[in-house]
């Protein structure tokens, strides 16, 4: 199954878990009703500060690497703007990604231009 762990930094673990899927429906303009890859993230800050998340990406890409379609209606939630040192930041992401399509997925997770891109890679169902 697809989940994993990865750091951005020594102080910013990254966690991708509560992998499934659904057929979801689109609620807002310019988003794609349809089978669908659910996950968290989740970014634990250990370090001494608030760390700024407002840059922070995530991308998926089905087993031949044509980006997902996000949905951001329920059941997604967003990632904070913030999140505070010893706290955990954490989101629901929805994207439409095809069912024959997922052996493979790639998910990539981005905070910022200095940091590395996270790709977590596997099988969702």
């Avoid at 988003?31 to 370090?47: C, K, P, Q, W, Y």
């Avoid at 995530?58 to 913030?82: C, F, K, R, W, Y």
């Avoid at 439409?96 to 790709?119: C, F, H, N, Q, Y």
Wanted: avoid cysteine.
């Amino acid at each position: 199954m697809l989940e994993g762990r990865s750091r951005f930094s020594k102080t910013l673990a990254v966690a991708v878990s509560d992998v499934s899927s659904r057929t979801v429906k689109a609620k807002y303009p310019g988003e794609v009703s349809g089978a669908s890859v659910l996950f968290t993230v989740t970014i634990r800050n250990t370090s001494a500060r608030e760390v700024d998340l407002n840059a922070l990406v995530v991308n998926v890409l089905d087993d031949e690497e044509a980006p997902g379609n996000q949905i951001t209606s329920p059941p997604a939630s967003d990632m904070p703007h913030v999140v505070a040192p010893g706290r955990s930041a954490r989101a629901r992401y929805v994207f439409v990604v095809p069912k024959g399509s997922r052996d493979p997925v790639t998910i990539e997770i981005s905070l910022s231009a200095d940091e590395p891109v996270l790709v977590f890679r596997g099988p969702a169902g």
